[in-house]
């Protein structure tokens, strides 16, 4: 079983809303990440937390905030958000990132994200 | 220097026809190479992972990575309209990065 699932399929925000895009998968996996892809391009990672600890953040705006409650769970807090930001948001998980091959990645379905 | 290319595309070839992916990188410390198919709208989906030179053959699908050149490529046999599809090439960067790196992708489109 290689399922990622991420809630909610699709969302439609202000600028001014507070957010959350969810994560989660149980296939013991402790290294997840969140890329943004925009129409026409490949993902671009944004995060990655490896055993629950933020490991990697691609210089991200601080409007985007990721937190891991737990190896299971990847959540992604979004505030005051731009128009520019719209695309869709996709988690991934691995066995963990120390190489090899327990680096595979396995997408999540994606949140498609429209900021007004 | 872009670190993973891969063709400009789109690419169109007939059913039952073979299509040939390529992609090169730039970090020759790099030991991870995957290439993911993604339909328009949907999530990108892993078709194949390849450690070692040589081939790795998977159905209808071979993947073929040379790292003494920098190159890995995605053959597919007997294509099928349903595997009309982004290709999007993907290197994990060597020096123990832990960061999956992405080509730009191939359109392919194969045509009953």
């Known amino acids: 079983d290689t399922e990622v699932t991420q809630t909610p399929k699709h969302l439609v925000m202000g600028m001014t809303n507070k957010k959350s895009l969810k994560c989660e998968q149980h296939m013991g996996h402790r290294a997840m990440y969140w890329y943004k892809q925009k129409a026409k391009k490949p993902p671009e990672l944004m995060f990655v937390?490896?055993?629950?600890?933020?490991?990697i953040n691609e210089s991200v705006p601080s409007r985007f905030s990721p937190e891991c409650p737990n190896s299971s769970l990847l959540n992604l807090h979004l505030h005051a958000l731009q128009p520019e930001d719209s695309a869709l948001y996709l988690c991934?998980?691995?066995?963990?990132?120390?190489?090899?091959?327990?680096?595979?990645?396995?997408f999540g379905p994606g949140t498609r994200l429209t900021v007004l | 220097q872009k670190e993973v290319e891969q063709n400009s595309g789109p690419l169109s070839v007939p059913e039952g026809a073979i299509a040939s992916l390529n992609c090169t990188y730039s970090?020759?410390?790099?030991?991870?190479f995957f290439w993911y198919r993604q339909y328009s709208g949907k999530s990108p989906e892993l078709i194949m992972s390849i450690y070692s030179n040589g081939d790795k053959e998977d159905g209808r699908f071979t993947a073929q990575l040379n790292k003494a050149s920098q190159y890995v490529s995605l053959l597919i046999r007997d294509s099928q309209p349903s595997d009309s599809a982004t290709y999007l090439c993907?290197?994990?960067?060597?020096?123990?990065?832990?960061?999956?790196?992405f080509g730009k992708g191939m359109k392919l489109t194969v045509n009953p």
């Open positions: 937390y490896s055993y629950e600890k933020l490991s």
């Open positions: 993907a290197v994990i960067t060597g020096g123990g990065s832990e960061k999956l790196v």
């Open positions: 991934a998980s691995s066995q963990d990132s120390s190489g090899g091959r327990r680096d595979t990645q396995y």
């Open positions: 970090d020759r410390g790099s030991q991870s």
